[in-house]
């Protein structure tokens, strides 16, 4: 069975007039990198909840269909035993940071769970080698910008071992360049250590090119799923007002005219040889 | 006005004193408090607030002490001036100069402890004195959103002026009533933050495991054995002299009126 892997799944939120998911069905391999896009209200985060069992415990409401992470159905598993299966991201960093310091911060989730002391401590060191957060160890979460903050809270995740992380729109409240940073360090994870991951991200344009599947929600349904190039070269697209690549757009308006480039340009530099590849021929 | 509740709020220095254990600390604090409680007359009182100085500076917070102090003159002049007027003692003044002796002393105790404890530390110290570890986390978070709050409140404030609120015109009553528009905001604001606090803390598993374990224990090295034994003694001391001693007659001067 697939890693996370939603059977005919709908939900809705206790006292909501329309459904935030309808018959969702989709499976999430290991090792995969899933971005998950769509417009404002389309159920993404309700999906993102999902995955960890927040829906159905924590945010009551109606349900149909099953859940399954790892094999266990999120309707009988709590949010914290799926914990150290499913870490979440969230989109606002301070309310992630708990804690007063950086160090206590990353321990926390551990902790929790009852690991002992010594694999705490490792664990920490490990987290804060891995996302560079040597500087910021003994700081208050005040004391951060957005962008630490967010890296610091992505770290406390990290730390409980998860094998998928799952992360809503980890970089809404980040500049451009914090933005790159945390999405970065996303696509390191998924290539050097094989972990995967579930993004939902607007930016397109900084993630299509290291995603191996993107798909596209609007009105709590799926609409397309499939690999970057194919779902996003579809008419529907546009039509749901994505954030497709300029790129991709550029190759779709020289289709219009008539120049067919040999396949699906993700970014600028991808476009530049295949329009050079076209003029040559 | 408040700078005198600075000496109430953690600072970060590397000293003898910030490295005691808290709990040792805590035994201190309670001790001098109780000291400062139990006389009444001038010399006594005098000796205690003394006998603090070379703690505080120790902790590298004299400086930071005096000032706050400073702040605080007012209010002891409010005391001195009201008690010596409205007391019904027989020396009306001196009474009162010792009652506001007794205050800096409490005041200077608590803030030994309060000045030297990061809030991290007295929450480790009261789950390991056996406190429940979700209301010794409810305190650090209490700390830790203070700041986030702060800030909230700016904004809200800010909003509030940009749409033409003024807030900060008119009698008392009004001033007041202009608390409204910004709390009830606020409020709201701070339940939705809450909820979603809520959602990141149960996602990493918050009272998941009966048996939480804590990367770092706090522990009582012989430094801390001997505080708190000092401490006991000088309490039991102190309390015996209180109700079986009677003190020598300089101890016990009063000025004339």
Same mark, same amino acid.
């Given at each position: ?73 999120? $309707?009988?598993?709590? *949010? /914290? !035993?799926? @914990? #150290?299966?499913?870490? &979440? ?113 607007? $930016?397109?344009?900084? *993630? /299509? !090119?290291? @995603? #191996?599947?993107?798909? &596209? ?65 | ?257």
């Amino acid at each position: 069975m697939a890693l996370v892997e939603f059977a005919d799944f709908s939900f809705k939120y206790l006292g909501a007039d329309s459904l935030a998911l309808r018959k969702v069905s989709a499976s999430v391999n290991e090792g995969e990198y899933v971005v998950i896009t769509g417009p404002s209200g389309c159920g993404k985060t309700t999906l993102c909840r999902t995955a960890n069992g927040l829906v159905p415990h924590f945010h009551r409401g109606y349900i149909a269909g099953n859940v399954f992470i790892d094999g266990q159905n999120t $309707r009988d598993a709590t *949010v /914290a !035993k799926l @914990a #150290s299966t499913v870490g &979440l991201v969230f989109q606002n960093p301070a309310n992630q940071l708990v804690t007063l310091n950086v160090e206590k911060e990353l321990a926390f989730g551990p902790e929790n769970l009852g690991v002992v002391p010594e694999e705490v401590r490792q664990r920490v060191e490990e987290i804060i080698d891995l996302l560079n957060l040597e500087h910021l160890r003994e700081k208050h979460p005040h004391e951060m910008s957005g962008g630490e903050q967010q890296r610091v809270a992505m770290g406390a995740t990290l730390a409980l071992k998860p094998k998928v992380l799952v992360a809503d729109e980890p970089t809404s409240n980040l500049d451009p360049r914090s933005a790159e940073l945390i999405l970065d360090i996303i696509a390191n994870l998924n290539k050097r250590n094989g972990m995967t991951v579930i993004l939902v991200e607007h $930016r397109l344009d900084l *993630v /299509a !090119k290291d @995603a #191996s599947r993107i798909i &596209l929600m609007d009105k709590g349904q799926i609409i397309a799923d499939g690999i970057p190039r194919d779902v996003l070269s579809m008419d529907i697209s546009s039509e749901i007002g994505v954030g497709i690549p300029k790129a991709t757009q550029v190759y779709k308006r020289l289709q219009a005219k008539g120049i067919e480039l040999s396949r699906v340009p993700l970014t600028g530099e991808e476009l530049a040889l295949l329009v050079g590849e076209a003029k040559r021929r | 006005m408040m700078s005198f509740l600075e000496v109430f709020q953690y600072t970060r220095q590397d000293s003898a004193v910030h490295n005691l254990d808290p709990r040792s600390k805590m035994m201190l604090a309670f001790t001098l408090a109780v000291i400062s409680l139990l006389f009444l007359n001038i010399i006594p009182l005098m000796i205690i607030l003394m006998a603090m100085l070379p703690l505080l500076a120790a902790a590298k917070s004299l400086r930071r002490w005096a000032r706050s102090m400073k702040g605080m003159s007012y209010l002891l002049l409010f005391i001195i001036i009201f008690n010596t007027l409205l007391s019904t003692v027989s020396n009306p003044f001196s009474h009162s100069i010792a009652l506001a002796i007794r205050l800096l002393a409490l005041m200077t105790s608590f803030s030994i402890f309060f000045l030297t404890v990061h809030p991290d530390q007295l929450a480790q110290a009261l789950i390991q004195m056996r406190v429940r570890f979700e209301f010794a986390f409810a305190m650090s978070m209490a700390m830790r959103y203070v700041p986030t709050l702060g800030q909230e409140a700016y904004a809200i404030m800010d909003a509030q002026k940009a749409r033409g609120v003024e807030l900060d015109k008119g009698n008392v009553l009004k001033r007041i009533r202009n608390i409204v528009p910004i709390i009830v905001p606020l409020i709201i604001v701070s339940i939705r933050r809450a909820l979603s606090v809520a959602e990141s803390m149960e996602s990493r598993g918050f009272g998941a495991s009966e048996n939480r374990t804590y990367m770092e224990l706090l522990r009582f090295r012989r430094r801390d054995w001997a505080v708190l034994f000092v401490s006991i003694l000088l309490l039991v001391g102190s309390i015996y002299t209180r109700l079986f001693v009677t003190l020598p007659i300089w101890m016990l001067f009063q000025l004339p009126f």
